[in-house]
């Protein structure tokens, strides 16, 4: 059974928006043509978020799939923000392409979906994560990685790629085009608006290589979403704690992981 947390956010919308959210699902899955470090690491992956989730009933990928249904059951709108799986083995990938196959979903990736091991690999000087950023745009063609609106209700309802904790210049282009219609907007990413590394204002990953400007245009859009009325919140993950909290007298929301089976129904009326 999905614990269900239930946000209402009052918008005075003539129909109601009914919008699922999940996010961490960490599905741990290797194939025989993985590495076999990465097949035996998957299956020790595996018992890491047992014990993190207290030992669920479910597998991630069992919540998942209740997460798909539950969002059709309901009429809502899925939104993903992120580490569906635990790194990029060809097994994780076959899986996620799996399950979303003839699925509707909005889907922003966290940094998993851009590792292929636990330590962050965006700092091995090998040009990796340029390289990941790439092959994953070519492998998830189902979904605009970095950025996709659909107005539901007379709501902009945005996902935003902050997973390498920036954001691109095309994801803030986009977003601040989609402002111009003067709906009130509410944006999923995978960290936290309160997240370190987000805050940064210096390169800080070996492997990823973006310039002061970029920074700055990441930063405008950071900004944004702490100050500007029209974004009414952000709904995220990262940190596999359900949570809220208040920067600038405006309340956002973290949801905990799907591998513990959190999710998250927000009802704007
Ligand atoms: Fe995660
Ligand atoms: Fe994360």
Same mark, same amino acid.
């Given at each position: ?69 539950? $969002?059709?059951?309901?009429? $809502? ?142 930063? /405008? ?42 999710? /998250? ?5």
């Amino acid at each position: 059974m999905l614990d269900i947390i239930h946000t209402k956010l009052n918008l005075g919308l003539e129909k109601p928006v009914k919008l699922l959210h999940v996010t961490d699902v960490h599905i741990c899955e290797a194939s025989p043509l993985d590495e076999p470090w990465q097949q035996e690491l998957m299956k020790e992956r595996i018992g890491v978020f047992e014990r993190e989730g207290n030992f669920p009933e479910k597998t991630p990928e069992e919540f998942f799939k209740e997460s798909i249904a539950l $969002a059709k059951e309901l009429g $809502a709108t899925l939104v993903v923000t992120g580490d569906v799986y635990d790194i990029h083995t060809k097994g994780n990938l076959k899986k996620f392409k799996d399950l979303i196959k003839h699925e509707d979903m909005m889907f922003s990736p966290g940094g998993h979906e851009y590792q292929y091991q636990i330590v962050r690999t965006l700092e091995e000087p090998d040009g990796y994560g340029a390289k990941m950023e790439a092959q994953l745009k070519e492998e998830l063609p189902e979904f605009d990685l970095d950025f996709e609106v659909r107005q539901l209700g007379g709501v902009n309802v945005i996902t935003a790629n902050n997973a390498l904790d920036y954001y691109p210049a095309y994801t803030v282009n986009r977003f601040e085009e989609t402002l111009e219609n003067g709906l009130p907007t509410i944006v999923f990413s995978h960290d936290p608006l309160d997240d370190k590394l987000l805050n940064k204002t210096e390169a800080y990953h070996e492997n990823v290589k973006i310039t002061k400007e970029e920074y700055e245009v990441s930063h /405008r859009m950071l900004t944004a979403l702490k100050t500007n009325p029209q974004v009414v919140t952000t709904f995220t993950g990262h940190n596999h704690v359900t949570r809220e909290y208040e920067i600038e007298g405006k309340t956002h929301y973290l949801t905990g992981g799907l591998f513990k089976g959190v999710c /998250r129904l927000i009802e704007i009326v």
